[in-house]
């Protein structure tokens, strides 16, 4: 048992990964909210817990990781206001994942495909149609759904000891997918643990995560928040997995979410390695993800991003002109809470009518979230294009049902789009 894996809640002082200290402290984006923890109306009045904000990169294993643990329960309550099946796009994108671990190991139809943190199973739907068996594992109430449409899930927080109930009453797994959800786990260890032990030997764990050297490169501070416990790198992840022997044999970099990697792990030591693996490895050193200098800059144009949107917006308000937000992901919290936009210069966020989080509240700043109708009915003279790492698709959507206004996107650097 590796101890620095499984975290304590609060505050930590090593290395998630290798559970080394040599840390550099990058950039505090103050204190915060969890960034899902929507509030209804009746919740504005009261106290919000707020916890540290902290980024920071290990130096010996170049994991980027945030120094603070927030209890898992608070983070992925039951009524959890997220479905990853309501979008289109992201359906596409999550649904890949099947075809690019299939058409790399290809097992007999019938094997067994897990998903840990399945949330509505549109990625075991995939495996599905594949001809595999599927079980999803989800926390949240979100799991009625995957029931619902025929993709058997437990709700439950995966570990070590249910990873044992599930050999007794499925057997083991043939390939366990944990696609945005592998970052997000204070108890490392046993989700480790659990894995191997589910796996048959030769198995595939294969994982997406955002990429550490895309968050860096494209500005993504707002996808800092405390659900996101950890940010890898390729070279953090081989030395992550090879603790549990585990070989990472391949590796590709994708678009979800502003810049993922999806992570093969062939339960094994010394197995085939793809040479994509060690191209990824030249390409991070080449860009100084192993230093510190290219962190600072991050930081620098973190601010720089911060101080330009604030900016913009008080001019815009200033001439009597108005602003709304579009699109409430969670990374739209950290923005708005660490930019300090509140619901004087932004009155509303605006969702699509599927929504989970319609009528309720932003943490933190309380702004409202609303039907995207009013805003197509008021017609401001701008919106912030808060899911700005889908800008493209989400524009010419909202172009198609008529949107007017100019479209501020806040990342990588701030910048109107008039037409």
């Known amino acids: 048992m590796i101890a620095h894996h499984d975290l304590p809640l609060g505050v930590i002082h ?18 915060q909210a969890p960034c899902d923890s929507v509030l ?3 919740q504005l009045d009261e106290v919000e817990r707020v916890y540290p904000l902290r980024f920071q990169v290990c130096c010996d294993c170049s994991l980027a990781q945030i120094d603070y643990v927030v209890a898992p329960e608070e983070l992925f309550f039951p009524d959890y206001p ?21 058409d790399r190991y290809p097992f007999s139809n019938g094997g067994l495909v897990i998903d840990i943190g399945s949330n ?11 001809g595999m068996r599927v079980l999803g594992v989800e926390a949240t109430n979100i799991a009625k759904f995957a ?21 007794t009453s499925h057997g083991r797994a043939s390939v366990i997918a944990a696609t945005n959800v592998f970052a997000h786990i204070s108890g490392l260890g046993s989700i480790m643990r659990g894995v191997s032990n589910l796996l048959v030997d030769g198995g595939v764990f294969v994982t997406e995560s955002h990429y ?31 603790q549990y022997d585990f070989t990472l044999a391949d590796v590709e970099r994708i678009d979800n979410y502003g810049g993922s990697i999806r992570v093969f792990a062939v339960k094994g030591r010394n197995l085939p390695v793809s040479p994509i693996v060690q191209e990824m490895l030249d390409a991070e050193e080449r860009a100084g993800l192993y230093g510190t200098d290219i962190f600072d800059r991050f930081a620098d144009r973190t601010r720089k991003a911060r101080r330009d949107l604030l900016a913009l917006v008080l001019d815009i308000n200033k001439r009597g002109e108005h602003v709304v937000g579009v699109g409430c992901p969670g990374r739209a919290s950290t923005l708005l809470n660490y930019t300090g936009l509140d619901s004087s210069l932004m009155p509303y966020i605006a969702e699509q009518s599927t929504s989970l989080k319609l009528d309720l509240f932003l943490p ?18 701008y919106v912030v294009m ?4 889908y800008a493209k698709p989400i524009l010419r959507n909202l172009r198609e049902k008529g949107l007017k206004s100019k479209v501020i996107v806040p990342l990588p650097e701030v910048y109107v789009v008039e037409d």
């Open 364 to 381: 933190g700043k309380h702004i409202p979230i609303i039907d995207e109708k009013r805003m197509l009915e008021e017609q401001p003279e």
């Open 212 to 242: 550490l050297l895309d968050l860096i490169e494209k500005v993504q501070y707002d996808s800092i928040y405390h659900e996101h416990l950890r940010y890898y790198s390729v070279k953090s992840l081989v030395r992550l997995f090879d």
């Open 40 to 42: 209804w109306p009746n």
């Open 386 to 389: 808060l899911s700005w790492h």
């Open 14 to 31: 090593h290395c998630q990964v290798c559970g080394g200290d040599n840390l550099h402290n990058v950039i505090n984006l103050g204190h």
């Open 120 to 130: 509505d199973g549109t990625v075991l739907a995939a495996f599905q149609k594949r």
């Open 147 to 167: 029931n619902e449409s025929g993709i058997e899930t437990l709700q439950a927080f995966f570990n070590e000891e249910l990873a044992s109930q599930i050999i």
């Open 82 to 102: 997220y479905r990853s099946g309501i979008t289109q796009t992201l359906v596409d994108k999550l649904s890949s994942t099947a075809k690019a671990t299939l």
